[in-house]
């Protein structure tokens, strides 16, 4: 059993951070709605859901996803670049504790878990306005020694590297060039998203299921191309806080860790 975590909708969502969208009303009705349906199709996918403490006073705390990176054998609690996130992590850290050994991003880092996409013992690392170059240093040392080869991709035009490009099979990445190179994935198996599509590559995989976010039927096409099992949720309330399908949970294996927190690598370049 795999086991996904959520947070319930604060109802400050409307003043959640943006960098690159403008500024749009949010019905945070309408948004918990759409929330309950998300939970509903992670259900579907054959998730366990639980729902993390509620945290009312966080705008972006429904955003899990940006807490924590978790990989088989360790999960990071991850320090978001937005100082206005980081009394969001504590309870993604008590929650994941029994799943793995954990390791916190020390500063200066700033790491948000979006900007990190792994596909098998590789790991990308996005260089965007959130995930600094300390990061990335702090990543390689802590993950070379376990077995993983971390690659850096520069990001422009968008929030995280996962607004940019996913991988909706092993080996093969959905992305928009405009936001993300494709040359960073040479040698995979590449799908752009149509151009009239920007956001829409932002999928969430499970096992050989994808959750889609409505409202992009073109790359919707070329997914199901791929024979994949396709399904779609409406989020298009989140859509106006720069988020998708991947934003609203973090996915863990129930392989209980030792619980512990490890200081990792002292590395740190600023």
Same mark, same amino acid.
């Given at each position: 059993?795999?086991?996904?975590?959520?947070?319930?909708?604060?109802?400050?969502?409307?003043?959640?951070?943006?960098t690159h969208r403008s500024r749009q009303p949010i019905d945070v009705r309408r948004a918990r709605a759409q929330h309950r349906g998300y939970e509903a199709a992670l259900r579907a996918l054959g998730l366990e859901v639980r729902r993390l403490p509620a945290a009312p006073e966080h705008p972006d705390g429904v955003f899990v996803e940006d807490g924590a990176v978790v990989l088989p054998d360790v999960a990071i609690i991850a320090r978001p670049g937005a100082p206005s996130r980081r009394g969001e992590v504590a309870s993604v850290e008590e929650?994941?504790?029994?799943?793995? /050994?954990?390791?916190?991003?020390?500063?200066?880092?700033?790491?948000?878990?979006?900007?990190?996409?792994?596909?098998?013992?590789?790991?990308?690392?996005?260089?965007?306005?959130?995930?600094?170059?300390?990061?990335?240093? &702090?990543?390689?040392?802590?993950?070379? /020694?376990?077995?993983?080869?971390?690659?850096?991709?520069?990001?422009?035009?968008?929030?995280?590297?996962?607004?940019?490009?996913?991988?909706?099979?092993?080996?093969?990445?959905?992305?928009?060039?405009? &936001?993300?190179?494709?040359?960073?994935?040479?040698?995979?198996?590449?799908?752009?998203?149509?151009?009239?599509?920007? &956001?829409?590559?932002?999928?969430?995989?499970?096992?050989?299921?994808?959750?889609?976010?409505?409202?992009?039927?073109?790359?919707?096409?070329?997914?199901?191309?791929?024979?994949?099992?396709?399904?779609?949720?409406?989020?298009?309330?989140?859509?106006?806080?720069?988020?998708?399908?991947?934003?609203?949970?973090?996915?863990?294996?129930?392989?209980?860790?030792?619980?512990?927190?490890?200081?990792?690598?002292?590395?740190?370049?600023?």
């Amino acid at each position: 059993m795999s086991i996904a975590f959520t947070r319930a909708v604060s109802p400050l969502l409307p003043s959640c951070e943006l960098t690159h969208r403008s500024r749009q009303p949010i019905d945070v009705r309408r948004a918990r709605a759409q929330h309950r349906g998300y939970e509903a199709a992670l259900r579907a996918l054959g998730l366990e859901v639980r729902r993390l403490p509620a945290a009312p006073e966080h705008p972006d705390g429904v955003f899990v996803e940006d807490g924590a990176v978790v990989l088989p054998d360790v999960a990071i609690i991850a320090r978001p670049g937005a100082p206005s996130r980081r009394g969001e992590v504590a309870s993604v850290e008590e929650a994941l504790a029994r799943f793995r /050994p954990l390791f916190r991003v020390p500063q200066p880092a700033t790491l948000d878990g979006g900007d990190v996409l792994v596909d098998g013992r590789t790991v990308f690392v996005g260089a965007s306005a959130r995930t600094n170059a300390a990061a990335h240093d &702090w990543l390689e040392d802590l993950l070379r /020694p376990r077995g993983y080869d971390v690659r850096v991709v520069a990001v422009a035009g968008c929030l995280h590297l996962k607004t940019a490009v996913t991988a909706p099979l092993p080996g093969t990445f959905l992305l928009n060039p405009r &936001w993300v190179d494709r040359a960073s994935f040479a040698g995979q198996r590449v799908v752009e998203v149509d151009p009239a599509e920007p &956001w829409a590559a932002n999928v969430l995989p499970v096992g050989p299921r994808v959750l889609c976010a409505a409202g992009a039927p073109a790359t919707l096409r070329r997914l199901r191309a791929l024979a994949l099992d396709v399904r779609l949720v409406d989020l298009s309330e989140f859509a106006r806080a720069e988020a998708g399908p991947t934003c609203c949970t973090l996915v863990v294996s129930e392989d209980a860790g030792p619980l512990h927190i490890e200081s990792g690598p002292t590395r740190s370049n600023g």
